[in-house]
């Protein structure tokens, strides 16, 4: 189990193989489907002027994400009433369904890790190479065990977009993960799902 | 008629935090037989470690609490109506506990309900009027990243080489485990319908959800199909999350329906190692639940 801490430095990405177990600690946040199309609308493609929040909730993310973390995930929140909010379970998000954002995401805010689940495609893996970052791969449905590990819930941005749509910005110790995609082209996604093919063949031919 | 909104309520807490005895066991078996130090094992250890936390802290024990299923059989003479105002008023405070996560959107205009509410329809609710005394309801919590990986096929397919038989069920549920990698949290277990038309096939694949994993098949072709599917789907060695290894599923249910002669369906519905699956009897002023 190898230890890293937000922010990440490009030796500590490059230095990372699939197949490695790792923790996290530091300050990340989370974002899925609404989040990633937001960023890339108002501050990639430009395709939607920024309104209301949205410049300054930009402003907050750029240092958090600059070298940092993205986690694929919708959380269940306690505290939504008072606003002193923690978490209650909070496993990892299909991640695929990212992957026509991924990529632009990451170079544009120079993330270093994407978290989720079920592994991304072709872009994204490219995109490890060149930011250079990982794809960490959390354990799904691992809800509780991973809530645990957030110390804190530092603050919300975008909650209009629904509890497990929002921007949670958190503070863990101890996430843990695995290296599914690294930054020289490796994946366990693509590995599995070749081997488990030449199988597939054989019983199918049985 | 008693007002059963508690009971209900308990009966959500309980499948959304307390992980069914025959599945947990299931995944220490599991666990047993990963290479040590594997990817694969150290999955499942976190898995086991979670349950238990969930079980102790009575949180969710994973975040998507998924779209609650609920099978109700009533004695004659009971209001479906009334239950159904009881059951969804249990799941709108299970919400509020954080014992579910907000899960109902609206499909035209994408808001959030906020307290799994949805249209009637949602949360699902099945009434069966059946002989006795006894008021029985099934729930599972059936989350949306296996629902996505559930398929149905139509046979003859020539892709696959799937002819009208059993022998070709197996095969489009092995394509179908294939299609689902590790996505909808490996292992799983399957509930398989074969017949029926497009709607009846899927729910009876939801229905064999309902089966523990321990039981067997009362009719001996479809025990040994069982079999067969859990041992082949192993050989993909897709493994717990995808990562590699011994254990895709963890089990196979299957049922068959009748079907029409021009028709012959395969529905496979992928419930995540996170099988949320409880029962509750009401016997007079008695409640119990398994
Ligand atoms: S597939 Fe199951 S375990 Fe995985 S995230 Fe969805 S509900 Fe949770």
């Known amino acids: ?206 | 008629m008693p007002d059963l909104t508690e009971a209900f309520l308990e009966l959500v807490r309980l499948t959304s935090t307390d992980l069914p005895p025959d599945v947990e066991a299931s995944l220490k078996r599991a666990r047993e037989q990963e290479a040590s130090g594997s990817a694969a094992q150290g999955a499942l250890d976190t898995i086991l470690e979670n349950v238990t936390m969930a079980r102790q802290n009575s949180t969710p024990i994973c975040q998507d609490t998924g779209t609650p299923i609920f099978y109700v059989q009533h004695p004659p003479g009971w209001s479906t109506t009334k239950l159904k105002g009881q059951i969804r008023a249990a799941v709108a405070e299970a919400t509020k506990r954080t014992y579910l996560r907000p899960n109902a959107v609206d499909t035209v205009t994408g808001k959030n309900s906020g307290n799994n509410l949805g249209d009637p329809s949602f949360p699902t609710i099945h009434f069966e009027e059946v002989e006795g005394e006894d008021l029985i309801v099934d729930l599972i919590l059936k989350g949306g990243g296996c629902e996505n990986v559930g398929a149905q096929y139509s046979l003859p397919n020539g892709r696959i080489g799937a002819g009208r038989n059993l022998e070709g069920v197996r095969k489009v549920v092995l394509d179908a485990v294939f299609n689902a990698q590790g996505k909808g949290c490996a292992p799983g277990v399957l509930g398989v319908a074969i017949g029926g038309d497009r709607g009846s096939s899927y729910y009876a694949s939801k229905e064999a959800l309902f089966r523990k994993l321990d039981d067997e098949n009362t009719d001996a072709e479809l025990a040994k199909l069982e079999n067969r599917l859990t041992q082949d789907a192993n050989q993909l060695s897709i493994g717990p999350m995808g990562f590699g290894g011994e254990t895709t599923v963890l089990g196979v249910k299957a049922k068959s329906l009748h079907r029409l002669p021009a028709s012959y369906f395969v529905s496979v519905s992928y419930m995540c190692w996170a099988h949320r699956r409880r029962r509750m009897t009401v016997r007079g002023d008695e409640t119990t639940y398994e």
């Open chain 1, 1 to 206: 189990m190898q230890k890293i801490t937000l922010p990440i430095t490009d030796d500590v990405i490059r230095e990372l193989k699939v197949g490695d177990s790792v923790s996290l600690t530091g300050v990340m946040i989370t974002g899925r489907d609404a989040v990633h199309k937001w960023m890339i609308d108002t501050f990639v493609k430009k395709s939607r002027k920024p309104e209301g929040d949205d410049e300054a909730v930009y402003e907050a993310l750029k240092p958090i994400l600059d070298g940092g973390a993205i986690y694929h995930c919708g959380p269940v929140v306690a505290g939504l009433d008072t606003g002193a909010y923690s978490f209650v379970a909070a496993g990892p998000t299909t991640s695929i369904r990212e992957e026509p954002y991924q990529a632009d995401v990451m170079q544009h805010f120079n993330i270093k890790a994407v978290i989720g689940k079920g592994g991304m495609g072709p872009k994204t893996l490219a995109a490890c190479s060149e930011v250079p970052g990982v794809y960490l791969h959390a354990i799904g449905g691992a809800a509780s065990l991973i809530a645990q590990s957030v110390q804190q819930v530092l603050t919300v941005h975008k909650l209009d977009f629904g509890v497990p749509e929002a921007i949670w910005v958190i503070d863990v110790k101890d996430f843990p993960a695995v290296v599914t995609m690294d930054s020289h082209g490796g994946s366990v996604h693509v590995e599995v799902e070749t081997q488990s093919k030449a199988q597939l063949d054989k019983l199918l031919a049985s």
